[in-house]
């Protein structure tokens, strides 16, 4: 876990209904969901295996291990875990190379929690070479605080990194908004006993108490994170 938090953040959560925001990385703020996809497809296709597009939804928003895992198991490569760890990561670094895409309404929310001093971070299953290439492109300033998936004992699904994070700004998970795309992550931010705002890239996701489904990111601010937390509205 990285963290450049201010005594100014810290003191502008105490005693406010929304104390942090909580966003993911891949396919919630930044366009990139498929660019896993299209790597795992050539890695294994560099194996002699085609990846089936049903196992798309399987492995999208999970951890590394698993992702892999899953692939490994269901095509029957003959490769290890960690090589093939490796192989995507590197393959995933040389699209992200050429810079990374903001999904839609991502820049504007960014700017308006930055004016507002809200506390905010990354919150992603992507290892950590991997997230600061992409703030490279984004902008490590947006966020005081960023959670790796390699940094972390468990990652999503499990509740830890958005735990983590919520200590990290001593804050109470419950009066956290968490933004996420996946059921994955999804899954990760409820157990953890966070708000959340699901904004399905891949697979949908059913609304639920504690949760609303929006389209994009655009239909997203502060005064709507407030509301979340608040149940008003």
Same mark, same amino acid.
């Given at each position: 876990? &990285?963290?450049?938090?201010?005594?100014?953040?810290?003191?502008?959560?105490?005693? /406010?209904?929304?104390?942090?925001?909580? *966003?993911?990385?891949?396919?919630?703020?930044?366009?990139?969901?498929? @660019?896993?996809?299209?790597?795992? #497809?050539?890695? @294994?296709?560099?194996?002699?295996?085609?990846?089936?597009?049903?196992?798309?939804?399987?492995?999208?928003? !999970?951890?590394?291990?698993?992702?892999?895992?899953?692939?490994?198991? %269901?095509? !029957?490569?003959?490769?290890?875990?960690?090589?093939?760890?490796? *192989?995507?990561?590197?393959?995933?670094?040389?699209?992200?190379?050429? !810079?990374?895409?903001?999904?839609?309404?991502?820049?504007?929310?960014?700017?308006?929690?930055? $004016?507002?001093?809200?506390?905010?971070?990354?919150?992603?299953?992507?290892?950590?070479?991997?997230?600061?290439?992409?703030?490279?492109? %984004?902008?490590?300033?947006?966020?005081? *605080? &960023?959670? /790796?998936?390699?940094?972390?004992?468990?990652? #999503?699904?499990?509740?830890?990194?958005?735990?983590?994070?919520? $200590?990290? @700004?001593? $804050?109470?998970?419950?009066?956290?908004?968490?933004?996420?795309?996946?059921? &994955?992550?999804?899954?990760?931010?409820? /157990?953890?006993?966070?708000? +959340?705002?699901?904004?399905?890239?891949?697979?949908?996701?059913?609304? $639920?108490?504690?949760?609303?489904? +929006?389209?994009?990111?655009?239909?997203?601010? *502060?005064? @709507?994170?407030? #509301?979340?937390?608040?149940?008003?509205?």
């Amino acid at each position: 876990m &990285t963290s450049t938090v201010p005594a100014s953040l810290t003191r502008t959560a105490e005693g /406010a209904a929304l104390q942090a925001v909580l *966003l993911d990385m891949d396919g919630t703020l930044v366009d990139t969901e498929g @660019f896993w996809w299209d790597v795992e #497809k050539q890695v @294994f296709a560099e194996l002699g295996h085609e990846l089936d597009e049903a196992w798309r939804e399987v492995v999208v928003g !999970g951890p590394m291990t698993r992702s892999a895992g899953y692939l490994i198991d %269901v095509t !029957g490569a003959d490769i290890r875990l960690e090589e093939l760890s490796v *192989l995507l990561n590197d393959g995933f670094e040389k699209h992200i190379a050429r !810079g990374v895409e903001l999904m839609p309404g991502a820049a504007r929310l960014l700017a308006e929690l930055a $004016a507002y001093e809200v506390p905010t971070a990354l919150v992603s299953a992507s290892h950590r070479r991997v997230i600061d290439r992409v703030l490279d492109s %984004v902008g490590h300033h947006h966020f005081a *605080l &960023t959670v /790796a998936g390699d940094e972390v004992t468990r990652t #999503k699904p499990h509740p830890e990194p958005y735990l983590t994070a919520a $200590a990290g @700004f001593g $804050a109470d998970p419950w009066r956290c908004a968490v933004i996420e795309d996946t059921a &994955t992550g999804v899954a990760a931010a409820e /157990a953890a006993g966070c708000r +959340v705002v699901a904004v399905p890239s891949v697979a949908p996701i059913a609304p $639920a108490v504690g949760r609303v489904v +929006v389209g994009s990111l655009e239909e997203v601010d *502060l005064a @709507f994170l407030r #509301k979340l937390i608040t149940g008003t509205g």
